[in-house]
């Protein structure tokens, strides 16, 4: 938005698209937009440019867009929750992610990365999961999906005493 343009608008602030101009952006939850949103996002997608809340001229963008969803937007687009034309604009490469307890291959190297990181977070020193914490994670369906793994995983790391994460750190 530019200086001005509302209430409390005391400086010039440069959006998003502006802030990815010749890179990538990244647009989670796309399928959760307002109709109003969605119309915006078209004309930046279509056009390349944008004008700012408060501004009289057109700023240009080349935004490169990877969206995210866990909603099915084929049918959001039957249902008129989505726009069509919007639809098609995002999806040239559609990549579909099965949730994480159709694959549980993926739970141990995920896992290990996901602690790594906390680990790091936290400040502590934990070498990985006992073999049992690890076949209870593996027998859980995860309907929270990663997200939810992340979070049993930093719980379990705060809470951790010792050098292994351990099936009585599971909540």
């Not at 998003?16 to 101009?21: M, S």
């Not at 309907?143 to 379990?156: A, D, H």
Request: proline share 5%; aromatic share 8%; with cysteine.
């Amino acid at each position: 938005y530019k200086r001005g343009a509302f209430t409390g608008a005391v400086e010039d602030r440069v959006g998003l698209f502006q802030q990815a101009d010749g890179g990538t952006l990244f647009l989670d939850e796309i399928g959760e937009t307002s109709p109003a949103f969605q119309v915006k996002l078209l004309r930046v997608l279509q056009e390349g440019e944008f004008r700012p809340l408060g501004g009289n001229r057109s700023v240009q963008v080349d935004v490169r867009v990877i969206a995210a969803t866990n909603r099915d937007l084929e049918a959001d687009v039957r249902s008129g929750r989505f726009r069509e034309d919007l639809y098609y604009r995002l999806a040239t490469i559609a990549l579909h992610v099965p949730p994480l307890r159709a694959r549980p291959m993926d739970l141990p190297l995920l896992a290990q990365g996901l602690l790594a990181r906390c680990t790091q977070s936290l400040g502590k020193t934990l070498s990985g999961f006992a073999p049992e914490t690890m076949a209870a994670l593996g027998d859980y369906a995860w309907p929270g999906n990663v997200r939810e793994l992340q979070n049993e995983i930093l719980r379990m790391a705060a809470l951790a005493d010792g050098e292994h994460l351990t099936p009585d750190l599971l909540s």
